[in-house]
């Protein structure tokens, strides 16, 4: 709980996935996808249940074998390619008691840690706010962006007098890394998003926010695990 308010961890991991096939089952560091996300909502102080919401056998048997939670399989209707994230949790949350707030806790972003978590849901309620979201700051700022015209030719995005500043002089940017999605229930249910006009930020660093879409991704994630392992040694 936070502030007195119970808080449900939901962990959507259906069993289609085109660009990486069973990714949410993939081995990391020794351990399937899955299970670093689990092991941060374990360790988080604020999450009261963490489930796994998936229409797939064999993901619930590794989630359940991670110490996850699966007190049901997603309706198939709701694991197709086309549907919607949010009608998913909708079917969750209909399943279970009430919690006054849902963090949601993508299995592709594997890096996160419980800090993360616990700083999103603290950044939330600190800021009276009805949403938090975790960002990072881009690689390359959007600010350089451009598009091309139908004669090949480059156009500045966000206009040209960005296009020649140095990045310490460009606004900060930020984008979602996907990591934490932190939210009071019914305002979520409502909003049918964790993002409105009032939704705050967390920013996270980029080595822990990877998120895996493609075995590039999944090197990535291996190479930072890498590095944290030799920081810690060192």
């Known amino acids: 709980m936070i502030d007195g308010l119970s808080v449900?961890?939901?962990?959507?991991?259906?069993?289609?996935?085109?660009?990486?096939?069973r990714k949410n089952i993939l081995d990391l560091g020794g351990r399937p996808l899955i299970a670093w996300t689990l092991a941060a909502a374990r360790a988080s102080r604020y999450i009261d249940r963490c489930i796994v919401s998936t229409d797939d056998e064999?993901?619930?048997?590794?989630?359940?074998?991670?110490?996850?939670?699966?007190?049901?399989?997603?309706?198939?209707?709701?694991?197709?390619?086309?549907?919607?994230a949010h009608d998913a949790l909708e079917h969750a949350i209909?399943?279970?008691p009430a919690y006054d707030i849902v963090v949601i806790l993508q299995p592709t972003s594997p890096l996160r840690s419980s800090h993360?978590?616990?700083?999103?849901?603290e950044t939330m309620q600190q800021q009276r706010a009805p949403a938090c979201v975790s960002v990072v700051e881009p690689g390359k700022s959007p600010y350089w962006s451009y598009r091309i015209d139908a004669q090949?030719?480059?156009?500045?995005?966000?206009?040209?007098?960005?296009?020649r500043l140095r990045r310490?002089?460009?606004?900060?940017?930020?984008?979602?890394n996907g990591a934490v999605y932190a939210a009071?229930?019914?305002?979520?249910?409502?909003?049918?998003?964790?993002?409105?006009v009032e939704t705050v930020s967390y920013v996270m660093p980029a080595e822990r926010s990877v998120d895996i879409d493609t075995a590039f991704d999944m090197d990535l994630a291996a190479l930072y695990l890498r590095y944290q392992d030799q920081s810690t040694a060192a």
């Open 8 to 21: 449900l961890a939901f962990v959507p991991a259906r069993g289609g996935s085109k660009g990486l096939p």
């Open 58 to 84: 064999e993901i619930a048997a590794v989630a359940r074998a991670s110490g996850g939670e699966v007190p049901f399989l997603r309706p198939p209707e709701l694991a197709t390619d086309t549907a919607s």
């Open 94 to 96: 209909g399943q279970l």
């Open 116 to 121: 993360d978590i616990d700083a999103t849901l």
């Open 152 to 163: 090949q030719r480059l156009q500045p995005l966000l206009g040209p007098e960005y296009s």
């Open 168 to 176: 310490q002089d460009l606004p900060a940017a930020y984008v979602l």
């Open 184 to 196: 009071h229930t019914q305002w979520l249910l409502d909003n049918r998003s964790a993002l409105g």
